[in-house]
Nanobody, 115 residues
Framework: QVQLVESGGGLVQPGGSLTLSCAASITLNRAVAMAWYRQAPGKQRERVARISSVGSTIYRDSVKGRFTISNDNAKNMVYLQMNNLNPEDTAVYYC?????????WGQGTQVTVSS
């Protein structure tokens, strides 16, 4: 059973930065892709950023230029660096790893952007 544990969420002021981390219980060399999703209250879960096994990245338009996804396969970690945060970024952020044809999810970490 694959386990993903997110950390790094919290309360930050508009314009601030946070780095989310996701620790995987499997070697990420097995992953087809890794991603971060988010879900705000009353809204559907949406993909924020994705990185493939060969390092190709895709970002949601609203976070382009502000967020950066990366992974460290030696440590089995996935990261999301978030800069210039705004209140619209407030949500629970979830780590996602695709292994074969199976999606695995973490439990989520809350990010709140507020003054």
């Amino acid at each position: 059973q694959v386990q993903l544990v997110e950390s790094g969420g919290g309360l930050v002021q508009p314009g601030g930065s946070l780095t989310l981390s996701c620790a995987a219980s499997i070697t990420l060399n097995r992953a087809v892709a890794m991603a971060w999703y988010r879900q705000a209250p009353g809204k559907q879960r949406e993909r924020v950023a994705r990185i493939s096994s060969v390092g190709s990245t895709i970002y949601r338009d609203s976070v382009k230029g502000r967020f950066t996804i990366s992974n460290d396969n030696a440590k089995n970690m996935v990261y999301l660096q978030m800069n210039n945060l705004n209140p619209e970024d407030t949500a629970v952020y979830y780590c996602n790893v695709l292994v074969g044809m199976t999606d695995y999810w973490g439990q989520g970490t809350q990010v709140t952007v507020s003054s």
